[in-house]
Each structure stands twice: as structure tokens, then as C-alpha cells.
């Protein structure tokens, strides 16, 4: 899975999932940065977060999405949904993922709402089970997203048969 994606070859959209203004003190007075976090996707199972830094909120949004498109990953999808329930972990976030019947909807908070609908997932459950600090729920989101497989992927990998998996 850790197949790099040539992000040019797919036709991307991108959407801010927060934006963060920072301040420092220093000898001068404050100094005043602003953090975008941005995530990329093709709504076809492709999907990419970054964050960007800088001075000025339109700077911080580029650099934000050129690290989103340097960071794409595969998400493997069963049909609108995912395949199987998975929990994603990152420092003290946590965000459970289930699939859910066609008709549905996505069912989940708007940060995480935003990477599963550019990542093309239709019908799905999704609940932030400890922090809500954006930056830690987005990252959550993606290792959970990372550690989907099909059935057809777990029985290449063992080198079985898709029944064999399935039983």
C-alpha cells in the first residue's frame, strides 16, 4: 500500500479542514502566523492531508495543499462504504470507523466528514473517541483509512483464496 500516487494524473479537489492563527512575543511585540490544514482527493479513493505555515492565510492554504498532494494515499473501498470497522490512532486521537448500509450517509464530524467525502466514501459511521483537536482527529482519520484492506488484498497477501478469507 505505501505505492507513491502521481498526483497530477488524477483530477483533485481540496477543501480546509481548519485554520489555526498563532501568535508569538518577541522583543517587537506579537508576531502572527497562520496553520491551514488541507486535504486533497479525487472522490475515487484517493486522499491526502498537509499542513502549511506561514505568515498569510493564502500561503499557508498553498503550502497546505502542495503537502496534502506530496502526503496522497489509497484507501481501499467496498463499494460507497468501507470494508470492515477499523479504529485509527494518532497521539491522543482516536476515531472509530464503521461501514454502513447504501442510503446512509456519512455520519461523522465535519473534520473527519471532509477527508471521507473527498476520499469518495458515500455510506459510513465515524465517531472521535478521545480529543477534538483537529490536527490529531485529521491524522487519526488518515492511519485509520491506511489500515483498510479488501478481501482480495488479504487473501493475495497470504496467498489464498477469496472464499478462504471469507469463511
Known sequence: ??????????DLREDMVALNRVSKTVKGGRIARFAAIMVVGDENGHI?????KA???PEA???????AKKNMIT??????TIPHEVI??????????KPAAPGTGIIAGDKVRKILQLAGIKNIRAKCLRTNNPTNVVKATIEGLKQLRTAEEVAAAR????????G
Not at 500500500?1 to 488524477?10: E, F, G, I, S
Not at 485509527?88 to 470507523?97: E, I, N, Q, S, T
Not at 496467498?159 to 471469507?166: A, F, H, N, T
Open 88 to 97: 485509527g490512532v494518532y497521539g491522543a486521537g482516536k476515531v472509530m470507523l
Open 1 to 10: 500500500m505505501a505505492k507513491r500516487l502521481d498526483p497530477a494524473t488524477l
Open 48 to 52: 491526502g492531508v498537509g499542513l502549511g
Open 159 to 166: 496467498e489464498i483464496s477469496v472464499d478462504q478469507v471469507k
Open 61 to 67: 492554504i498553498r503550502k497546505g495543499i502542495e503537502d
Open 75 to 80: 484507501v481501499s473501498l467496498k463499494g460507497t
Open 55 to 57: 505568515a498569510e492565510v
